[in-house]
């Protein structure tokens, strides 16, 4: 097992702060499995500072001037410390277990 600790940054966008936070997240996973070498099956999160964050304002008309509403769109930047856990796959002793078929079993069991 390798546990390790890597800084990862993420960004996500949404029509609301939740979702774009929720959208930074996912991927952090996703990040950390690049940087780990083997299997990564525990990611824990220990610090989360906030990069940059901007809020999209704009108006929208309807034929392009009528029924006019304003709309917004979150961009959320994070640089994310994690914790993780990996297993390494190579250090592995596999045993090796062959079968042999006679060609009637074989036979029966192609489809």
């Known amino acids: 097992m390798i546990e ?3 800084t ?3 960004s996500g966008t949404g029509p609301t702060r ?3 936070f929720a959208t ?4 952090v996973s996703g990040a950390v499995g ?3 070498d083997g299997v990564c099956f525990r990611v824990e999160p220990l610090a989360v500072e906030v990069a940059s964050a901007v809020e999209h304002r704009w108006t929208e008309r309807f034929l392009g001037l009528l029924f006019a509403r304003e709309r917004r769109s979150y961009e959320l930047t994070l640089r994310i410390e994690v914790r993780t856990a990996a297993l390494d796959l190579d250090a592995i002793e596999f045993s090796v277990r062959e079968e042999r078929l006679t060609p009637l079993q074989h036979a029966l069991h192609m489809r």
Do not use: F, G, N, S
């Open 8 to 10: 990862v940054r993420v």
């Open 24 to 27: 930074a997240m996912q991927q």
């Open 18 to 20: 939740e979702k774009a």
């Open 4 to 6: 390790d600790r890597h």
């Open 34 to 36: 690049k940087l780990t």
